[in-house]
Protein backbone atom coordinates (compact mmCIF):
# COMPACT_ATOMS: atom_id res chain seq x y z
CA UNK A 1 0.00 0.00 0.00
CA UNK A 2 0.95 3.11 -1.00
CA UNK A 3 0.08 6.77 0.46
CA UNK A 4 0.98 10.02 -0.92
CA UNK A 5 -0.22 13.40 1.15
CA UNK A 6 0.37 16.41 -0.75
CA UNK A 7 -0.81 20.11 -0.14
CA UNK A 8 -1.19 22.38 -3.10
CA UNK A 9 -2.62 25.94 -3.54
CA UNK A 10 -4.20 28.05 -5.72
CA UNK A 11 -4.67 31.95 -5.28
CA UNK A 12 -7.01 34.13 -6.86
CA UNK A 13 -6.11 37.55 -6.97
CA UNK A 14 -8.94 40.16 -8.27
CA UNK A 15 -7.67 43.77 -8.62
CA UNK A 16 -10.44 46.61 -8.77
CA UNK A 17 -9.92 50.36 -9.55
CA UNK A 18 -11.37 52.96 -6.92
CA UNK A 19 -14.69 52.89 -8.19
CA UNK A 20 -14.68 49.60 -7.51
CA UNK A 21 -14.95 48.37 -11.03
CA UNK A 22 -12.57 45.18 -12.00
CA UNK A 23 -9.23 46.07 -13.66
CA UNK A 24 -7.82 42.23 -13.66
CA UNK A 25 -8.48 39.01 -11.90
CA UNK A 26 -6.22 35.90 -12.04
CA UNK A 27 -5.34 32.54 -10.79
CA UNK A 28 -2.63 30.88 -10.26
CA UNK A 29 -0.64 28.13 -8.60
CA UNK A 30 1.54 28.32 -5.59
CA UNK A 31 4.20 26.51 -3.23
CA UNK A 32 3.39 24.86 0.11
CA UNK A 33 6.96 25.00 1.16
CA UNK A 34 8.86 23.22 3.40
CA UNK A 35 8.01 25.44 6.46
CA UNK A 36 4.06 25.31 5.40
CA UNK A 37 4.33 21.34 5.41
CA UNK A 38 6.07 20.98 8.65
CA UNK A 39 3.45 24.05 10.48
CA UNK A 40 1.01 21.31 9.32
CA UNK A 41 2.23 18.23 10.97
CA UNK A 42 2.74 20.39 14.01
CA UNK A 43 -0.67 21.55 14.22
CA UNK A 44 -1.78 17.73 13.90
CA UNK A 45 0.46 17.06 17.47
CA UNK A 46 -1.07 20.24 19.25
CA UNK A 47 -1.70 24.37 18.83
CA UNK A 48 1.77 25.62 19.86
CA UNK A 49 2.35 27.02 16.09
CA UNK A 50 -0.53 29.50 15.52
CA UNK A 51 -2.80 29.75 12.63
CA UNK A 52 -2.43 31.46 9.94
CA UNK A 53 -3.30 34.66 9.82
CA UNK A 54 -1.89 37.40 7.34
CA UNK A 55 -0.74 37.83 3.89
CA UNK A 56 1.22 39.81 1.93
CA UNK A 57 2.20 40.56 -1.48
CA UNK A 58 6.10 41.90 -2.33
CA UNK A 59 7.59 42.48 -5.70
CA UNK A 60 10.44 39.95 -6.40
CA UNK A 61 10.15 37.38 -9.69
CA UNK A 62 12.95 34.79 -8.22
CA UNK A 63 10.96 31.72 -8.44
CA UNK A 64 9.43 29.55 -5.54
CA UNK A 65 11.50 27.13 -3.65
CA UNK A 66 10.75 24.85 -0.75
CA UNK A 67 13.19 26.11 1.63
CA UNK A 68 11.79 29.45 1.07
CA UNK A 69 10.57 31.03 4.39
CA UNK A 70 9.94 34.36 3.36
CA UNK A 71 9.30 37.23 0.34
CA UNK A 72 11.82 37.83 -1.19
CA UNK A 73 11.10 41.49 -2.39
CA UNK A 74 10.73 44.49 -0.68
CA UNK A 75 8.95 45.14 1.98
CA UNK A 76 5.99 47.70 1.09
CA UNK A 77 3.82 49.54 3.20
CA UNK A 78 0.19 47.62 4.22
CA UNK A 79 1.89 44.91 2.21
CA UNK A 80 1.06 42.73 5.07
CA UNK A 81 -2.53 42.20 5.94
CA UNK A 82 -4.67 40.10 8.21
CA UNK A 83 -6.83 37.82 6.60
CA UNK A 84 -10.86 38.77 6.42
CA UNK A 85 -11.70 35.27 6.20
CA UNK A 86 -10.08 31.85 7.40
CA UNK A 87 -12.22 28.50 6.95
CA UNK A 88 -11.85 25.37 6.26
CA UNK A 89 -14.30 22.83 4.06
CA UNK A 90 -13.47 18.98 4.18
CA UNK A 91 -9.94 18.76 2.62
CA UNK A 92 -9.73 22.78 1.63
CA UNK A 93 -9.16 25.87 3.08
CA UNK A 94 -9.64 29.01 2.18
CA UNK A 95 -7.74 32.40 2.75
CA UNK A 96 -8.84 35.85 2.31
CA UNK A 97 -6.78 38.57 2.35
CA UNK A 98 -8.00 42.59 1.17
CA UNK A 99 -5.72 45.15 0.45
CA UNK A 100 -7.20 48.36 0.17
CA UNK A 101 -6.47 52.10 -1.40
CA UNK A 102 -2.44 52.65 -0.43
CA UNK A 103 -1.85 49.22 0.90
CA UNK A 104 0.46 47.14 -1.31
CA UNK A 105 0.99 49.55 -4.08
CA UNK A 106 3.28 48.47 -6.41
CA UNK A 107 4.34 46.11 -9.33
CA UNK A 108 3.26 43.08 -7.60
CA UNK A 109 5.13 39.76 -8.00
CA UNK A 110 4.87 37.48 -5.09
CA UNK A 111 2.39 36.96 -2.81
CA UNK A 112 2.66 34.30 0.90
CA UNK A 113 0.76 33.36 3.53
CA UNK A 114 1.86 33.39 7.25
CA UNK A 115 0.80 33.02 10.64
CA UNK A 116 1.92 36.81 12.29
CA UNK A 117 2.21 40.14 11.68
CA UNK A 118 5.56 40.14 11.21
CA UNK A 119 8.03 37.68 10.14
CA UNK A 120 6.08 33.81 11.30
CA UNK A 121 6.53 30.60 9.72
CA UNK A 122 5.27 31.02 5.83
CA UNK A 123 2.99 28.29 4.65
CA UNK A 124 3.06 28.65 0.78
CA UNK A 125 4.51 31.42 -1.66
CA UNK A 126 4.13 32.06 -5.13
CA UNK A 127 5.48 34.02 -7.71
CA UNK A 128 3.43 35.67 -10.94
CA UNK A 129 3.12 37.99 -13.49
CA UNK A 130 3.38 41.92 -12.78
CA UNK A 131 -0.08 42.96 -11.00
CA UNK A 132 0.32 47.25 -11.17
CA UNK A 133 -1.45 48.08 -8.11
CA UNK A 134 -2.37 51.90 -8.56
CA UNK A 135 -2.23 53.86 -4.41
CA UNK A 136 -6.29 54.09 -5.23
CA UNK A 137 -6.56 50.59 -6.17
CA UNK A 138 -7.93 47.85 -4.26
CA UNK A 139 -7.44 43.74 -4.55
CA UNK A 140 -8.80 40.78 -2.85
CA UNK A 141 -6.52 37.87 -2.88
CA UNK A 142 -8.67 34.71 -2.08
CA UNK A 143 -6.41 31.47 -0.99
CA UNK A 144 -7.40 28.24 -1.57
CA UNK A 145 -4.83 25.23 -0.23
CA UNK A 146 -6.33 21.62 -0.54
CA UNK A 147 -4.81 19.00 1.58
CA UNK A 148 -5.18 15.06 -0.70
Known amino acids: MEENIKA ?34 SRMVGTSSGVMSHMEVSTSSTAAAAGQTALLGSSLTG ?13 VVTAIATFDAAEG ?3 LTE ?25 SDSMSITWTITVS
Not at 17 to 28: A, F, L, V
Not at 79 to 91: H, I, K, N, P, V
Not at 121 to 130: D, E, G, N
Open 79 to 91: GRQALTTYSASGA
Open 105 to 107: TGA
Open 8 to 41: SGKLTIVLRDENGNIKEERTHDNLVVTAGLEHIA
Open 111 to 135: AGLFNASSAGTMLCRTVFPVVNKGA
